[in-house]
């Protein structure tokens, strides 16, 4: 078994309030771990942690032996880790073709800003990955329409789209079907299905949509109250008390 992102004793606190609690969690290679847990347990914050919005008080945080805590950003993205945000933070103004073709440029070049002493035929190149990227999440033929004018479900998939093109070895999917109808949902399912069978890609995932979760999840961390209650396979966490309690008189926001 490879780890490839471990969480050691990661505590962090606003105020009064101790939104994580001594968390604990690895997370192996290639494979789609879930955590999920009810409103206000902490799981937007520990995914801020991990991608450098938020800095521990204390504890450890390694991705492929390196240390995340105090890194950038933009720093922890360069080492392969790219995030799916709950509310799609695409560029609106910019056709979907271009919103690909700006992270890959990113990717390559250090920042998001065109290097402009490169060659036409390096961006050429970086138009057809971006191409290729697009075919990979259906959305080729939309590649000329305004970002702005998709539905919901295509901005998901349009920044799904934007991350893969950096050819993450991490990816952090916070609710990545939240405010999709079903046939969405389920199309959003079978391409994350389809991605893990084609690319070794590892996948962190947070969402309360419990069949997305149980559709895609290896391994299932459960959170509440800051803290990691449960982590199973998810045959396991369906009927377990603890998880129950957690849901029915667990922590509210």
Known sequence: MSIILEIQNVNKRFGGLQALDDVNLKVEEGHVHAIIGPNGA????????????LVPDTGAVTFNGRSLIGAKPHEINQMGVSRVFQTPEIFEDLNVLQNVMIPA??????????????GVDKEAEIRDFALHTLEDVGMADKRHMDAKAMSRGDKRRLELAMCLVQNPRLLLLDEPTAGM??????NTIDLLKRLSAERNITKVVIEHDMHVVFSLADRISVLAQGH???????????GNKKVQEAYLGGAQE
Request: glycine share 6%; aromatic share 4%; proline share 2%.
């Open 228 to 238: 990691v209650i449960v982590e199973d396979a998810p045959e396991n966490i369906k």
């Open 42 to 53: 902490g799981k937007s914050t520990l995914l801020n942690c991990l991608v450098g919005r």
């Open 181 to 186: 109808a079903r046939a969405d949902t389920n």
């Open 105 to 118: 440029l990113a990717s390559r070049d250090g920042a998001f800003k065109l290097n402009l002493w490169r």
